[in-house]
């Protein structure tokens, strides 16, 4: 990331964390009850893991401080995945005798997501443009150095010259 405020960091990726932690839960309690399901059923580990994949690449970006711009590319992605697997979890589960509970809870979790890609998403607010000073009003330099200053005989003549022109 390119520029980020302390507090929002924290935000986005406590967000993130709390997202993929919730996947993962309602992913494992329902993998337990795939091992005697029908062939339908089959196919919610391969969507599973293409969504452990997606959230381990956000999360990996996030840690090594990559440009918003690729980490919201990168959300975007799992967000897609997780919209797939909550799909198919609502579509299979009674098929598949997914609990209720996973199904809350991979809703829930998704939800948590679309609020961390809006965050990574949306550009920060641009920085408010400095007012100007006097010196910028009036055209003069605002620290005196060898170039904006003359010498000859004044207050800070000394006997080696002018201690500011040089």
């Known amino acids: ?87 198919f979890l609502e579509d299979n589960k009674n098929w598949c005798g997914i609990p209720e509970q996973a199904i809350t809870m991979a809703k829930t979790n998704h939800e948590q997501t679309l609020k961390f890609r809006t965050a990574a998403c949306t550009e920060g607010p641009a920085a408010k443009p400095r007012a100007p000073s006097l010196s910028d009003a009036i055209g003069t330099p605002s620290v005196d150095t060898s170039a904006n200053t003359k010498t000859g005989h004044g207050t800070l003549d000394s006997l080696n010259g002018n201690p500011l022109a040089k």
């Open 1 to 87: 990331m390119a520029s980020r405020e302390p507090g929002k960091a924290v935000g986005v990726r406590g967000i993130a964390a709390a997202a993929l932690a919730g996947v993962a839960i309602a992913i494992v309690s329902s993998s337990s009850a795939l091992a005697q399901m029908p062939a339908q059923c089959a196919k919610f580990p391969q969507l599973r893991d293409a969504a452990q994949q997606k959230a381990l690449a956000v999360r990996t970006a996030i840690s090594h401080h990559v440009d918003r711009k690729e980490i919201c590319a990168l959300v975007i992605r799992f967000y897609a995945a997780e919209a797939s697997v909550v799909k």
